[in-house]
């Protein structure tokens, strides 16, 4: 994403791989509209775009009263929390854009702007070097040889750039590891397919291509030597909440003893939920699973169950791989000391 003089420029993800687009966002309306319709999608994109989208609401506002711009921007919020329920850096991100509304609200209106455009630039700004700092903690798991597994998108299409997931895979690459990466091609929505490929294509990083229900044979043959995924929202116990297949991933691999590792920046932590259990779980609509590229391929009148993420039991995750180095079991003491002490 880029913003410059009033607008956000973000690539349709919804067109990719087949379509390079760029869409201009100038409204925060079009911004939620963004995120609600998956032109921008991944947890810390979503943050950083939902807070330019509040710069955007605030220099719409920018002619009002003080009592009127705040009250505006608790709606414009309010809107932009209601885009997706599950990734917490958006409301990790709102959230820091409210407390500049707040610490700033006895100065004049165009002062309150600078400060969230300046605020959106910042998010921005520190994700990309988070992204780089997860990349170099967790290069040190993948080794010569090894057949790498993810899921999801977890790259700089998900991010500002760089990635989680395929940071950790871009910073080995970068040096000079010698390793294959597996992306399930994650149903329904597949940003595996559509988007981790991109990537990995782009980046020319060796990788394959598979189906989801293939995970399960390619350990049995031993060609996963580790599995990194990303994250929308870890509860303080460290149960992550992930793309829908990651739970089944992290049980095949406890099953073949491979490990499992999750790759987030701490904006994703959610130390008010206790467990897993608390994450809101989106559920999108049914066409994502009765339709391939608008062609229905299940008869209608069928019933559809579409739950757009699943959880993960903390004790099937080996490490949480954060900008704080790489975090692991007993999670709910060793989350709190590291938000302790950052
Ligand atoms: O529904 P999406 O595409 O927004 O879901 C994204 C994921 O589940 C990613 O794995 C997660 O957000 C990590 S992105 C760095």
């Given at each position: 994403m880029t913003w410059a003089d009033g607008c956000l420029k973000l690539i349709d993800q919804r067109k990719l791989p087949s379509h390079l687009e760029v869409v201009e966002c100038r409204t925060y309306k079009e911004v939620a509209d963004a995120i609600r319709t998956m032109k921008v999608r991944g947890a810390p994109a979503i943050g950083a775009t939902a807070a330019f989208g509040v710069?955007?609401?605030?220099?719409?506002?920018?002619?009002?009263?003080?009592?009127?711009?705040?009250?505006?921007?608790?709606?414009?919020?309010?809107?932009?929390?209601?885009?997706?329920?599950?990734a917490v850096n958006l409301f990790w991100a709102l959230e820091r854009m409210e407390k500049v509304v707040e610490s700033k609200q006895t100065e004049?209106?165009?002062?309150?702007?600078?400060?969230?455009?300046?605020?959106?630039?910042?998010i921005a700004t520190e994700d990309i070097e988070t992204c780089k700092q997860i990349g170099a903690a967790g290069a040190l798991l993948i080794a010569d040889g090894d057949g790498v597994l993810t899921i999801c998108n977890a790259g700089a299409l998900a991010t500002v750039d760089y990635g989680t997931a395929l940071g950790v895979v871009r910073a080995a690459n970068d040096v000079g590891k010698d390793f294959?990466?597996?992306?399930?091609?994650?149903?329904?929505?597949?940003?595996?397919?559509?988007?981790?490929?991109?990537?990995?294509?782009?980046?020319?990083?060796?990788?394959?291509?598979?189906?989801d229900n293939m995970a399960g044979w390619l350990m049995q043959q031993g060609r996963v030597q580790?599995?990194?995924?990303?994250?929308?929202?870890?509860?303080?116990?460290?149960?992550?909440?992930?793309?829908?297949?990651?739970?089944?991933f992290a049980v095949l691999a406890h099953h073949h003893q491979v490990p499992f590792y999750v790759a987030a920046p701490l904006s994703t932590v959610d130390l008010s939920l206790e467990?897993?259990?608390?994450?809101?779980?989106?559920?999108?609509?049914?066409?994502?699973?009765?339709?391939?590229?608008?062609?229905?391929?299940?008869?209608?009148?069928?019933?559809?169950?579409?739950?757009?993420?699943?959880v993960t039991p903390a004790e099937l995750i080996s490490g949480i791989i954060t900008e704080a180095g790489i975090i692991r079991a007993p999670f709910a003491a060793n989350l709190a000391k590291v938000f302790r002490t950052s």
């Open positions: 710069a955007l609401g605030a220099l719409e506002h920018r002619h009002a009263t003080r009592e009127e711009f705040v009250s505006a921007m608790q709606i414009i919020s309010k809107e932009l929390a209601a885009t997706r329920p599950t004049p209106v165009p002062s309150i702007v600078d400060a969230l455009i300046q605020e959106a630039e910042a294959h990466v597996y992306t399930a091609e994650t149903r329904p929505f597949l940003q595996g397919a559509r988007l981790t490929a991109w990537e990995l294509v782009q980046e020319g990083i060796p990788a394959t291509l598979i189906t580790v599995v990194i995924v990303g994250a929308d929202r870890i509860a303080g116990n460290g149960d992550t909440a992930n793309k829908i297949g990651t739970y089944t467990s897993g259990k608390q994450i809101p779980i989106e559920e999108r609509s049914p066409e994502e699973v009765t339709h391939l590229c608008g062609q229905r391929i299940a008869p209608a009148g069928i019933g559809v169950y579409n739950p757009a993420f699943d």
